[in-house]
């Protein structure tokens, strides 16, 4: 069970939409759609998600202010540093408002400043759009952070 | 579907040359069997506006043993009854009265087999025959006792206008009988067998020279334009109810000719098949490529909440925008071509000899078949759209968690 869903129930289908509509991901190699630029791929789920003109174009220059990239949004992911592509998945992960963000090694490819600004946006935003974050991560900068750790060794849970 | 459409325009931008190469193929592809058609279409018009315009005309009725356009001397029992029900048919804009015998034509140096036809000038302008005439003059009310033979065949007969030759024939009663006459004109068709092989003459000298009074061989008739002669055909059948008379279109008549067309037609059909197995081909492996080089990128959407169903549409609209792009280009050129060479006409005289005997004609001006255009542009953008499903499903049976772990 999945924020309260059961996904082994689900058709493919069923799955888009439980990971549009529930799910926020951040990868450890930012995975931004090349051809968009940085307001487009942040508007990309919410396009799906069939919203509003308007709302689409509120919520997509809101939440790239909010990730200190206002100046860059009509940049694409090649136009901008590992930092700001991370920070445009970032602010597409909370697009559509998901109750759980799952982020895979979110700093790994940042420079530790970069790395710290973004754990402080996750904080931020967990106080804010009470989202919950859920990340996997070898940066002890990042674990010191959480409010829970659980640490694997070899796919094991160690107690 | 806007940030689809969007994905997919971008998509066709983002590798230019293989865009380009797949851009090239539809439209080479579309533009190739565009002229090809409207190449076949002109000849096939021209064959067709010569044959009946120099031959046969739309249809013709004639006696039984005349059914085969190469039988010769028989005449039409039933004519008055036939002038009559022509006569009354205003789908009819003319008929010809012709007879057609066999004979030999001599000149002092040589002789030959000819075909003899009979009859005026003014009933066959009234069928708008063409009039081949290259030298001297055509035959008037006057011209009792003159011809005009095939500009081959006077070169045979080693004749100059002018001259005297001999017409023989085996006249009604089965007995030989024989015209001096003298050489006004000859004419040029372009087929050999017939410029070679065909004397004219005046109805009223025909009638003489084979002692059939008024009889005549047969009725050339022609339709209105616009007017399906095929039911004007059937409908005369049932008027000229003689069983030993026969109303027949010119494919009836001729029927070679009309196989010859059939048969062109079944071989563009095979080319346009060929054309839509490389054209697709083409944009299987551009779309094949790019899916591909795209599977993290697929898995992305995919992990973002894209639908299998929207992958396809996306993979789907990148083969419906390159095919439109490569069929307007390929209609633009295919079109502009046909039309500038219908104007300028195709020099085919090296080929002449090779096809005189189907009246073609020395230059082919192709001829843009609209029915065949719109044809094509359809079945090239249902064969590139219905090719592009397979990579589509491919994209969209992706995992997105096994997508996104392939290196890109």
Redo the contacts between chains.
Sequence with gaps: MVVGSDLAEMS??EL??F???KIG?V?QAY?L????TAK?NV???L???KVSKKELENRSTELLEKVGLKDHMNKRPTQMSGGQQQRVAVA?ALA?KPEMILADEPTANLDSQTGELLIELFRQLNEDYKTTFVMASHDPEVISQAKRVVRLKDGRVML | M??LL??AL??IF?NKKRSLITLVAVSFGLSALIFLRSFMYGAQTQMIDNITRTLTSDAQIVPKALENIYNTNAYLENADEIREIIKKDPRIEGAAERVIAAGIVASATSSMPTYIVGGTREMEDLIKSKNTLVEGRDLGPEDEHSAIIGKKMREVLGVNLGDKIVLTSQDYYGSMSGEALKLVGTFETGNDQIDNGTIVIRMATAQRLLSIDQKISKFAIKVRDGVDVDKVVRDLRLHITDPNTKVLTWEELIPMMAQLIQFQNGTLFVVVMIVLVVVAAGILNTLMMSIIERI??FG???????????VIFLVVSESFILTMLGAVIGFGVGISVSIYLGHQGIDLTSFVSTFSNFLIGSHVYPKIDWAYMVLFVVVVFISNILVSFYPAWRASKLV?VDA?RQVG
């Excluded at chain 1, 759609?33 to 968009?36: A, E, K, R």
């Excluded at chain 2, 992305?300 to 929207?310: C, D, E, I, R, S």
């Design positions: 493919p289908v888009s939409k990971r549009l509509n991901f990868f995975n759609i090349p051809v968009l487009e508007e990309y789920p396009l799906l998600q597409r559509t | 806007t940030a969007k994905i971008r998509n983002r993290r990128e992305l959407m995919m992990a973002l909440g894209t639908t299998p169903g929207q997105p996104m």
